[in-house]
């Protein structure tokens, strides 16, 4: 099975910032991740891209954040690879320092937006842009900046991608360890304690009992919440770390199903194909091919 590669950005330790257009055939570098920031805008191009545990479709004029250490390839059309092809990827990429500008961003309310997508992009955020459009502009501008612009421009970047009406997220939230916070304090203790046992048998009444409901009147406070049933919650949560463990190891299925908190092989298969589309198997041998 395929490694994940490790890549290793070479950033100036006078610039955070690494910005440069690219024009291939098509994509080659493999499945990797890094631990800077990654911004991909595809100006001419289609395929899938692999993210996380999922795998996405792009096209021309889509702009992908992918987040620190977040395993990610690019993967052109089989078109584009036939030798009498005429097609090209092009486009542009901006990699900066995984604590760029981090005292800013984490203590100003005017980057409140900016550190919610930096967030964010551990899953993997994708947007779309026109030709004419003000983030496609400034991704054909910051590879030819320098100095103090480049660095304004890419917070004027960042800006955007937060403030478009058009972002996706690419990865399941629990490929990513990110759980949404509440200000709903009972809900918070619910999610604490499914975060820290999603792995082993949850009983209803056990989980109800920790915010002193009985599991009719918990399952209405949980839906409320977070618009999803417990059981669904439940087994994206367990799907998500199933998803990790086909990636990083050589793990049958089977011990798989049983880390992961699935009873059979059958359930956990039947579970897994119901939330991502694919079997455990072809989901592991799509994404690391």
Known sequence: MRNIMNEKLVISESNPVRARFYNYDYFKFPWHRHQEYEIMYV???????FVGDNIVPYEKGDVILFGSNLPHYM???????????????????????FDFMQHSIRHYPQFQKIKNLLEDSFRGVKVRTSSSGRISRLLDEIPVNSGILQITNLLLL??????SDTKIFMSSQHYAGTITTSSNS???????????????????????????MNPTAFCRFFKDSTSKTFTQYLLELRVG???????????????????????????????????????PSSYRESMLK
């Open 158 to 163: 960042l800006q955007e991608i937060a403030d």
């Open 43 to 49: 100006k001419e191009g289609f395929g899938k891209c």
């Open 186 to 212: 009972r809900l918070d203790k619910v999610m604490a304690y499914v975060n820290s046992h999603y792995t082993k048998k949850i009983k209803l009444k056990e989980v109800s009992s920790i915010v002193a």
């Open 75 to 97: 993967s052109t059309d089989e078109a584009f690879k036939n030798k009498s092809s005429k097609l090209r990827s092009e486009g542009s990429i901006i990699q900066f320092e």
């Open 241 to 279: 770390y199933a998803c990790k463990l086909l990636l990083i190891g050589d793990m049958h299925i089977s011990q798989i199903c049983i880390e992961c908190g699935f009873d059979t092989v059958s359930h956990f298969n039947r579970i897994f194909k119901r939330i991502t589309g694919y079997s």
